[in-house]
């Protein structure tokens, strides 16, 4: 029977993030700063298949993640706690 574990990873270890594409699999990482732009189209020109639409709901929701995530990512005198992920992982 499988155990499971977690991996935590603290929100200032995230500086970068991957986004693969779901047609070729191609894989883009990006920078987590502020004023973020999603990727339009995949980075393998023979695919080329749509990723974010500007201006939709799901292109501003990534937008808006990872220009939070850099900004959590700043240390800041008035905050005394740690921002952290927790995945679960079978083991």
């Not at 920078?31 to 201006?55: E, L």
């Not at 799901?58 to 005198?77: G, Y």
Request: aromatic share 6%; hydrophobic share 45%.
């Amino acid at each position: 029977m499988p155990r499971e574990k977690h991996l935590t990873i603290d929100v200032i270890n995230l500086g970068v993030l991957r986004i693969v594409c779901l047609t070729c699999q191609a894989a883009e990482t990006v920078p987590v700063i502020p004023h973020y732009r999603p990727p339009a189209r995949c980075p393998n020109h023979s695919c080329a298949a749509t990723w974010f639409v500007p201006k939709t709901p799901a292109t501003r929701a990534l937008q808006h993640f990872v220009t939070r995530l850099a900004a959590l990512r700043e240390q800041r005198p008035e905050v005394s706690a740690s921002v952290q992920f927790v995945i679960p992982v079978s083991i």
